[in-house]
């Protein structure tokens, strides 16, 4: 399969790479796609160093173009490579298009059929969410979910992720710490605006995961509420959830299910301090989940912990799913 | 009044030096009580430098104490210090004990009446929660409340701070980075787990914010779920806040309320950027209160955030006001 990366020099395009490599994908070519700024330069993949274009204005000689240069870049140039390639899109100018599939493997393969050659990959947070939400929702018929996020600098790309490490160590010296892709400096802060907000007070990034939570479990009747936090952190979301059931649940039974859940690490033993945590779960291909809990608010409600590298199963990693979905055929 | 200060060298206990100055107590005079390591040194109350005593076995010879030396120093020491003083006690020692009064002065200033020389200060995560709850809770009633915290390093006392600024600087240079206050190293990281793990798989600071809301506002109808997690900030703790309310509201409605309580400033104007920052409410007496928005789980429910410092409404602050308290007749 011909591959064609945009966006190669961001924070998703180096974990495309690296995913493409840890998943022995079959690349028969690869083109790298970036800003005018970085063409000529190079990057590694299988040991060999690969040259980075300008991206032109003509469909790209592909057969699959994974882009993650963000919501403008795609809405303009994604018609034109769907012209002769399949379009995995990272942004999210399409996701919520009724002809648009967006795809969590795990979760609604069977969505992508009938494709227009784009397919939409998930908000990061909502991709998160749902690898530990589906399969208890499967069992157990969720009606509600609250959730609480602590999302990462790194869900800003590269620059968010500089932007911290600089800014902390501007705050250490005693320094005025600069800031320009955070409203405000995020050393030793938490900053509960994420993306732009909307008429109702949410912003679209809470609106995300509500939208995508539905579409993707194929459920419009279930109610969502997020707060959405950017935390001091390099890589990795973490989601504080409690949701309420249909039917009833246990902690026990609750563990049963996402313990055989795909992409799924259970990792609940509180006595042993094990937990989700972003320190053990960066570069991790798996969400771990945890900290499971008989709800106090609901009777058939269960609070939870997860975390998930962003980039990873949020971006670069399920991207490389929806690649794989497309060589093989898909099950009804 | 004769003020006596235990644990004057902690976190807390240099703010409640800088709140007695600020509010004005009258204050005839100041003995400052710490560990013995810490005897000998002095600490500055007005300008004059104070001493710092070695904790005596004994009562001690002041009117009020305030008790700032953790649970287990409280549990020893309070009953023999109530001999001759009021206590009021930062720990969790005497707070379900339903003999002693657990106070917030702008909610439950009366239940102060009949208090037998022990009164409990509350834990920070719910003095800072119940600011913002307990007028809403009294125009709308709350019925669930489901809440999700990023708390301050300092919210586990000086040496959380040293550790997380310590840490900081390690992970910086490159170097492993050392923990023992945090159950793991905090610096760009957050931890699902503050206090001890209890049977039902909360914590112990979870579960005091179910019991120490009810204790408050005096109602043991109202269910709370929360999930407490230390984030890697200097100090203030936020927290995200869904409710579901008896009657109707709106964000309008509530906002209304919340302009006219007593602590609370409303920071809520998204379009400008305003909203609850651990930057901006750090040194602030009052409570930040913003992101209002209509609840899209409950039919008559709020989502808010807020943001206080743990240090001064979680505990000097709140300490001192209590104090206060002692001093005029209780209204009825």
Known sequence: MRIGIVGATGA???????????????????????SARSAGKSLKFRGKEVN???????????DVVLASAGGAISK?????????SVVIDNSSAFRYDPGVPLIVPEINAHAIQGHKNIIANPNCTTAILVMALYPLHKAFGAKRVIVS??????GAGASGMEELLHGTRQYLAGQPVEHK??????PFNVIPHIDAF??????????????????????????????????????????????????????????????GAPGV???DDPANKRYPLPLTATGKFNVEVGRIRKSLVFDNGLDFFVAGDQLLK??????????????KPVAG
Chains 1, 2 share one sequence.
């Open 12 to 34: 998703v395009g180096k974990e495309l790479l690296s995913v493409l490599e840890k998943r022995n994908f079959p690349v028969s070519e690869l083109r790298l796609y970036a």
């Open 52 to 62: 980075i274009e300008a991206l032109p204005e003509t469909p790209l000689p592909v």
């Open 76 to 84: 303009q140039y994604a018609p034109i490579w769907a012209k002769q």
């Open 149 to 154: 996020t602590y999302q990462s600098s790194s």
């Open 181 to 186: 892709t955070f409203a405000y400096p995020l």
């Open 198 to 259: 909307q008429e109702n007070g949410y912003t679209k990034e809470e609106m995300k995961v509500l939208w995508e939570t539905q579409k993707i479990m194929g459920d419009t009747q279930i109610r969502v509420s997020c707060t959405a936090v950017r935390v001091p952190t390099l890589r990795v979301h973490s989601e504080a959830v409690t949701v309420e059931f249909e039917r009833p649940i246990s902690p026990e039974a609750a563990r049963e299910v996402l313990q």
């Open 265 to 267: 690490d259970l990792v």
């Open 314 to 327: 949020g971006a670069a990693l399920n991207a490389v799913q929806i690649a794989e979905l497309l060589q």
